[in-house]
């Protein structure tokens, strides 16, 4: 530990000022451009590791089955930027504490990654990198939005056992994390989480070729 935080914490925060985001593309009249960040609704979402005697875990969500929009689908506390919000985090934490109860003073925000374009949704969202510093229970406060929280250890999902690629219904396809107790994670959630154990040097190889399959889809 240096100080109140883990050994791993400046190494990652270090990887992530570093950082670039894959480049955005959008589909217009058939054409692919390249995204342009007047066109995008902004939104964030908070990435928040906790350590543990086992290492670092992730705070995870698990989506309502009765959303129009990725009904179950496990995610990161987040949305949509609102006018009072200052920034990425102000959003990531506002979202968190609405959606978990999780406490934004037990919060410390490290840093933003870049934005990540998603084309189907018209969506910029920031992924922000956070240290629990006084880790507490957390619970959905809408079961109309919210049905569990997960905590997830990354070392579990750096497992070459637990990874793999999924085959999205567009004919595209991107990483994909089966864990235990938990739906299979995958699209822009498992393509954050990959992106996050490459930057923390957590990545260990896997088999590519290994297929998770899409339920209901």
Request: hydrophobic share 45%; proline share 11%; aromatic share 6%.
């Amino acid at each position: 530990m240096n100080g109140d935080r883990p050994a791993w914490w400046g190494p990652l925060l270090k990887a992530a000022a570093e950082a670039e985001g894959p480049m955005a593309e959008r589909v217009v009249s058939g054409h692919l451009l390249p995204y342009a960040e007047e066109d995008a609704r902004t939104a964030a979402v908070l990435v928040l590791l906790c350590d543990t005697e086992s290492g670092p875990s992730v705070l995870l969500q698990q989506r309502a089955a009765t959303l129009r929009h990725h009904p179950g689908e496990v995610a990161f506390p987040g949305g949509a930027t609102e006018p009072g919000d200052a920034d990425a985090p102000a959003t990531a934490l506002r979202e968190a504490a609405e959606e978990l109860a999780v406490d934004p003073g037990s919060v410390a925000v490290g840093a933003t990654l870049p934005p990540l374009w998603i084309p189907v949704s018209g969506f910029a969202v920031t992924p922000v990198l956070a240290l629990w510093t006084r880790p507490h229970t957390v619970a959905p406060q809408a079961a109309s939005e919210v049905a569990a929280a997960h905590q997830v250890p990354l070392p579990v999902l750096a497992d070459p056992a637990s990874r793999g690629t999924v085959d999205y219904p567009s004919g595209r396809s991107g990483p994909g994390f089966e864990v235990a107790g938990v739906p299979l994670i995958w699209g822009f959630t498992a393509g954050v989480l990959s992106w996050l154990l490459d930057l923390g040097g957590w990545s260990r190889p896997w088999d590519r070729g290994r297929t998770m399959k899409l339920e209901g889809r």
